[in-house]
């Protein structure tokens, strides 16, 4: 049972360039989340998905997609990179229901340049 | 959801007990109270949480002011590795919890 798995770990980017952040779950929890988080600041929520097939913006989504075509994967897409999506991603998941616990993946470094 | 507010930062010395507060004085009838840590260069990971009643689990113990305006953290006998950012969080549940800056605790040796 591996949790939440994000891939890559740390990425350089140069503005303008594309990439997808990827991130899976084997715990088949309906809620997975991502979100970001700048130095020195909380986490902010970028887009979330309560099922295959559906997903919602959160704080800050802009320059970013996502998609939940299964219940263990939830990408996350970078277009056009900017300087100011220099960021650590998190994924997470819920399995769901009121006050449950959220599991939170290790974390992808993205540096744009 | 209703806003929490944490000190932000505290000190504490190995072996003693730690005591983190939180303030949310305008927390509604249904708010749990979900505190998570994150351990530098780690994603947050769950503490505890709680609605009404006092909570105890292995890693904490979650006292509730009778008014729930306020909540305390309990960390029972600290030590280094419990040097981490404390997010002290009200959610009606945990699907959309919002962080702020929580409260970054020192362990001294």
């Known amino acids: 049972n591996a949790g939440v798995t994000q891939t890559p770990k740390f990425r350089i980017l140069k503005i303008g360039q594309s990439m997808t952040l990827q991130c899976t779950q084997d715990?088949?929890?309906?809620?997975m989340y991502w979100y970001r988080q700048d130095p020195g600041m909380g986490l902010k929520l970028i887009y979330y998905s309560v099922g295959a097939g559906i997903t919602d913006k959160g704080e800050v989504p802009n320059g970013y997609n996502v998609s939940r075509s299964t219940t263990e994967d939830f990408p996350l897409r970078l277009e056009l990179a900017a300087p100011s999506q220099t960021s650590v991603y998190f994924c997470a998941s819920l399995r769901g229901g009121t006050g449950n616990t959220i599991y939170f993946g290790e974390g992808s470094w993205l540096t744009v340049v | 959801d209703a806003k929490t507010t944490q000190p932000n930062s505290m000190e504490s010395n190995e072996e003693e007990p730690v005591h983190l507060p939180c303030n949310h004085s305008?927390?509604?009838?249904?708010?749990?109270i979900h505190w998570y840590r994150q351990l530098p260069s780690q994603g947050p990971e769950y503490v505890i949480h709680?609605?009404?009643s006092n909570v105890n689990n292995r890693m904490a113990s979650l006292a509730i002011a009778e008014d729930r305006k306020s909540s305390t953290l309990i960390l029972h006998r600290a030590t280094l590795r419990d040097a981490a950012v404390y997010y002290c969080?009200?959610?009606?549940?945990?699907?959309?919890?919002?962080f702020g800056q929580g409260t970054r605790l020192t362990i001294n040796p």
């Open positions: 305008t927390i509604s009838g249904t708010d749990y």
């Open positions: 709680g609605l009404t």
């Open positions: 969080i009200l959610s009606k549940g945990a699907q959309k919890l919002v």
């Open positions: 715990m088949n929890h309906n809620y």
